[in-house]
């Protein structure tokens, strides 16, 4: 009998002991399986990182080249949209969208920090009863409320900010439903046949003076920065 119980004893403790083994054998395949995903994860954080840090080519005039889309050339950065001093420090102020029907703040965030690196919080999210036309770098002011906008129908779901929000994801490679429209409201107000850019030019020539004559239409020009564009010297002599 006592042997029967002993042998027992030693196979219920055999049972336990494999047990045993199974879990800790699970827990280390699922340590392994962790670190793969946190690897996986970490790795296409990376690749992210590098996409939204990209540097785009430009052309010999600087034109930002976006090579399905040789129509849309802008020459001017969302970095340097807003570096060189925009919408009085308005643009990322928190809003309330009729659109959506949502509120947004700190939009900015969502983009590579090195994009707003040198530039004063105040310059991006100050509220629009405070627009500061000191901040823009011609000194007027320009635009109008983002209700105004919305009023138009010129603001949709997917950009609740407007175009230059549009402007950050494309450069930032992302594509999206809105792209075509978004790249025709460009053409149409910094492109080369635009109406300020045109404008701008032949009132220039008309006073004979120099393409970077700053003096002359700086609300032209602050808002053709505002659609990513600055006058070129080539540009001007077309």
């Given at each position: 009998m006592k042997h029967?119980?002993?042998?027992?004893?030693?196979?219920?403790f055999g049972s336990e002991g494999n047990k045993s083994d199974k879990k800790t054998d699970q827990l280390k395949k699922s340590k392994k399986n962790m670190s793969k995903k946190q690897e996986n994860?970490?790795?296409k954080r990376r690749l992210n990182s590098t996409k939204e840090n990209q540097i785009l080519k430009r052309n010999q005039n600087g034109d930002v080249i976006f090579d399905q889309f040789p129509d849309f050339r802008p020459n001017l950065t969302p970095h340097e949209i807003f570096s060189m001093g925009s919408f009085g420090g308005t643009y990322w102020?928190?809003?309330?969208?009729?659109?959506?029907?949502?509120q947004?703040?700190?939009?900015?965030?969502?983009?590579?920090?090195?994009?707003?690196?040198?530039?004063?919080?105040?310059?991006?999210?100050?509220?629009?009863?405070?627009?500061?036309k000191n901040v823009n770098k011609y000194k007027v002011k320009v635009g109008t409320t983002l209700e105004f906008w919305e009023s138009k129908g010129w603001i949709t779901k997917y950009h609740p900010y407007g175009w230059v929000q549009w402007y950050c994801d494309f450069y930032s490679g992302k594509r999206g439903p809105d792209d075509q429209r978004q790249m025709k409201r460009w053409i149409r107000t910094a492109g080369?046949?635009?109406?300020?850019?045109?404008?701008?030019?032949?009132?220039?020539?008309?006073?004979?003076?120099?393409?970077?004559?700053?003096?002359?239409?700086?609300?032209?020009?602050q808002?053709?920065?505002?659609?990513?564009?600055?006058?070129?010297?080539?540009?001007f002599e077309k």
């Open positions: 029967s119980r002993s042998s027992r004893k030693r196979k219920k994860f970490g790795a102020r928190p809003i309330s969208s009729s659109v959506t029907e949502k947004y703040r700190n939009q900015y965030k969502k983009y590579p920090t090195t994009w707003w690196k040198g530039i004063p919080k105040e310059n991006l999210v100050t509220p629009w009863d405070d627009y500061n080369p046949n635009s109406r300020f850019r045109k404008a701008l030019i032949n009132l220039i020539k008309k006073k004979k003076s120099k393409w970077d004559d700053f003096s002359i239409s700086p609300k032209r020009r808002t053709l920065q505002h659609w990513g564009y600055i006058l070129t010297k080539k540009d």
